[in-house]
């Protein structure tokens, strides 16, 4: 009896221990395109301080709560998604001046390492690439949420990142200083774990 009474105690240590590890397993997220934005923003001669977005984006996220330096991220940035409001600031923008979008249609990032920056908090250390030129840029993130969505029920979670660039990094100086050389970019991003099939 008292045997039998120790093996069902084992076990279910065992499943205990189990289930605490799948549950702090690292989860696998596809951003959400219709939830993520990025926007740079700059100085015009000092004048104003106009915006751009980078829609459309594309890439997954995995984050592992329990072991941070686990975590990682990858995003598409397509150059169609570029949308200042301003159809013809647009083109400009998407022309060989700028993202000569054409020969380059996309930017991309992928993480090189995430570590904990306090409570709620990240930094998320990466490469950059645009018009094929990689630069090594760290981002500023907090964490809004995690959970299940409440209208998929599916594991989702969100982010907000700041950083900034310059652009003559990138072989898109057109018009610096007096443009600001400087680019702050703002992102916010939504990402779930997909569907179970």
Do not use: C
């Amino acid at each position: 009896m008292q045997t039998a009474i120790l093996k069902r105690r084992a076990l279910a240590s065992l499943l205990a221990l189990a289930a605490g590890a799948a549950f702090a397993a690292p989860v696998t997220y596809e951003i959400d395109p219709a939830h993520t934005d990025v926007i740079a923003q700059w100085s015009h001669f000092g004048f104003s301080n106009p915006i751009a977005h980078f829609g459309e984006v594309d890439g997954r996220i995995v984050y592992d709560p329990e072991n941070v330096s686990a975590s990682s991220v990858e995003v598409t940035l397509p150059m169609s998604g570029l949308n200042s409001h301003v159809p013809k600031f647009d083109e400009h923008l998407k022309s060989a001046d700028f993202f000569d979008a054409e020969r380059y249609p996309q930017a991309t990032f992928k993480s090189t390492a995430v570590e904990a920056a306090g409570e709620g908090r990240l930094r998320v250390a990466g490469d950059l690439t645009i018009k094929d030129q990689t630069r090594p840029v760290v981002l500023d993130v907090v964490l809004n949420k995690v959970g299940a969505h409440p209208m998929t029920q599916r594991p989702t979670i969100g982010f907000d990142a700041t950083t900034t660039l310059k652009r003559t990094d990138f072989g898109l100086g057109l018009y610096a200083p007096n443009v600001s050389d400087e680019v702050q970019l703002r992102i916010t991003t939504e990402a779930s774990a997909p569907a179970a099939e």
